[in-house]
T-cell receptor, first 113, second 113 residues
């Protein structure tokens, strides 16, 4: 039972480079989310999706884009990486009802130099 | 602004003691309050959750207390064990906002043997 799988687990980027983080879930969840985790700030929502083909902005969307072409996958893109985007990124998924558990991936540690 | 404020940022407790973490929220539309536990290098995992129609929920050694009028909720870890050493996040979500979780800043708990 894989749950939520994120790739890659680690990445170092130079300022201005681009990359895509991939999230895959095998639980048939409708909702998927991308969070970033920074010390003392908890997890902050970047973008989320309530279904295939739909995306919406979260709390800190600037500098990121997302796509959800298939229900099981949610991609997070950085078009031009900046040092401020150094963080640990977590993908999560859940069913659509409030009060249902959100399942998180293992995280991607991204460093932008 | 941080919609969910969590304290303390860290705490140290002796084995067998009680760990208490507090959270306060501002958005009265929140109606789901989970706590997540995170071990180093792992994604957060749901520990226990409460809805505002009850004032307390207990699962094993973990108890959530909820005060709707004060807009506060807390996590009590009874008989703390070294295996409980982790970072704990409170969170909140609203039925009108698609199950999006707003997290507190996190509390790092260290249980000394």
């Amino acid at each position: 039972n894989a749950g939520v799988t994120q790739t890659p687990k680690f990445r170092v980027l130079k300022t201005g480079q681009s990359m895509t983080l991939l999230c895959a879930q095998d639980m048939n969840h409708e909702y998927m989310y991308w969070y970033r985790q920074d010390p003392g700030m908890g997890l902050r929502l970047i973008h989320y999706s309530v279904g295939e083909g739909t995306t919406a902005k979260g709390e800190v969307p600037d500098g990121y884009n997302v796509s959800r072409l298939k229900k099981q996958n949610f991609l997070l893109g950085l078009e031009s990486a900046a040092p401020s985007q150094t963080s640990v990124y977590f993908c999560a998924s859940s069913y659509s009802l409030v009060g249902t558990e959100a399942f998180f991936g293992q995280g991607t540690r991204l460093t932008v130099v | 602004q941080q919609q969910v404020k969590q304290s303390p940022q860290s705490l140290i407790v002796q084995k067998g003691g009680i760990s208490i973490i507090n959270c306060a929220y501002e958005n009265t539309a929140f109606d789901y309050f989970p706590w997540y536990q995170q071990f180093p290098g792992k994604g957060p995992a749901l520990l226990i959750a409460i809805r505002p129609d009850v004032s307390e929920k207990k699962e094993g050694r973990f108890t959530i207390s909820f005060n709707k009028s004060a807009k506060q909720f807390s996590l009590h870890i009874m008989d703390s064990q070294p295996g409980d050493s982790a970072t704990y996040f409170c969170a909140a979500a609203a039925v009108t906002a698609g199950n999006k979780l707003t997290f507190g800043g996190g509390t790092r708990v260290l249980v000394k043997p």
